[in-house]
């Protein structure tokens, strides 16, 4: 269960989350409704305007081990596809590691950052951001072609609270989820990435490999020439 603080708008819910952890708040929800700050992965942003999308991250201290990091992303973007397939029938991809796609088109990212206690390896706490576009939203002419909302893609109007509400009752369910790491098995199944040529940027390297799975850590094991290869974090794209 989280506690919820609601903004009408925010620099960005994961910073306002991660004051609140760093001050010693666990299982807490903050939302916005707008924000003019909204972080993604790589140092990128993530467009935030009023009235379309539900950005939300919670901070709470997952009891796994820090070197499974990726788990809780992988957790929450099999949660957000739940949500997606229960709300509107529709089955959406997931891109490795963090985004929910629908017809090619981005429609959630995810942005998990924590602080690792390195005299145990476990997590202090963990902050996970959710971004995702709900209803019809004016995207700028440099994200109409990538991004997307659920309410363009599905033809369904989804009341944002009763998403809020499913997702958070997801995401409180994820402890449990870890003993058996079961929600490994869908995010494979909709993982549009495997099987497939892709580009790997990974610091400062670019490179090109075969996505082969998904590891049980929420690892990416790739082939590289004759190397099999794990990812635990980077971006991915498809090749074409
Ligand atoms: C990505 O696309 O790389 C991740 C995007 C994560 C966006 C969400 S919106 C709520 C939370 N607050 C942020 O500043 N970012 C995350």
């Not at 992303?73 to 596809?81: D, E, G, K, P």
């Not at 088109?105 to 997590?123: N, Q, R």
């Amino acid at each position: 269960m989280f506690l919820i603080e609601r903004h009408e708008v925010i620099s960005s819910t994961n910073d306002r989350a991660k004051a609140l952890a760093s001050e010693g708040k666990r299982n807490i929800c903050v939302i916005a409704d707008r924000q003019t700050g909204g972080r993604g992965r790589m140092g990128r942003s993530f467009y935030s305007p009023s009235g379309c999308g539900l950005y939300l991250s919670v901070a709470f201290a997952p009891k796994v081990h820090g070197e499974d990091s990726a788990l809780l992303t992988t957790y929450a973007a099999v949660a957000v596809w739940e949500c997606i397939r229960e709300l509107t029938g529709m089955t959406a991809d997931i891109k490795w590691v963090n985004d929910v796609y629908l017809h090619g088109k981005k429609v959630c990212g995810i942005l998990a950052e924590s602080k690792i206690d390195y005299t145990t390896g476990m997590f202090d706490y963990a902050v996970l951001g959710i971004g995702i576009n709900v209803k019809k939203t004016p995207f700028p002419d440099e994200l109409a072609a990538i991004a997307s909302d659920l309410e363009t893609e599905t033809g369904v109007c989804i009341d944002r609270e009763e998403l809020t509400a499913l997702l958070l009752q997801k995401l409180s369910d994820m402890e449990a989820a870890f003993e058996t790491r079961a929600f490994m098995q869908t995010y494979r199944a909709n993982c549009l990435v495997l099987g497939k040529e892709i580009e790997v940027i990974r610091g400062g390297e670019r490179f090109a490999a075969h996505a082969l799975d998904v590891t049980d850590r929420g690892e990416l094991l790739i082939r590289v020439g004759d190397e099999t290869r794990v990812l635990q974090s980077g971006e991915v794209s498809v090749r074409i």
